[in-house]
């Protein structure tokens, strides 16, 4: 299969200004064939969290996906524990949290 991209780069500007944005790429996981979307970052400018700019980013990453052929979409959520507001938006626009982030400090 060939991809139209491998890479995903969104960024959301009004008024010429620049919201937030949204990176991410499809991935083949090690243990299946299929691809996977998987984001990298999205940032909303604390002044305009609870607009429309993430759900407008996250849909147009969800289009992008299945246009490459990605058989799952994988958001993920690393900057709070579950019930954030980006967890609770990615829940109403039907992703279901399918798992856990965890870190260790390397120093």
Same mark, same amino acid.
């Given at each position: 299969m060939r991809l139209m991209s491998d890479q995903y780069v969104r960024v959301y500007e009004q008024d010429d200004k %620049?919201?937030? *944005?949204?990176?991410?790429?499809?991935?083949q996981p090690w243990f299946s064939n299929d691809l996977y979307a998987v984001d %990298?970052?999205?940032? %909303?400018? &604390? $002044?305009?969290?609870?607009?429309? &700019? !993430? !759900?407008?980013? %996250? $849909?147009?990453?969800?289009?992008?996906?299945k246009q490459t052929g990605a058989k799952q979409i994988r958001p993920g959520v690393t900057t709070g524990a579950? *019930?954030? &507001? +980006?967890?609770?938006?990615?829940? +109403?626009? *039907?992703?279901?949290?399918? *798992?856990?982030?965890f870190y260790l400090n390397a120093r």
């Open positions: %620049i919201l937030g *944005g949204m990176v991410g790429m499809s991935v %990298i970052a999205l940032f %909303i400018s &604390a $002044k305009h969290r609870g607009s429309l &700019a !993430a !759900a407008r980013l %996250i $849909k147009d990453f969800v289009v992008w996906a579950p *019930g954030t &507001a +980006a967890s609770r938006l990615y829940q +109403a626009m *039907g992703f279901t949290n399918c *798992g856990s982030t």
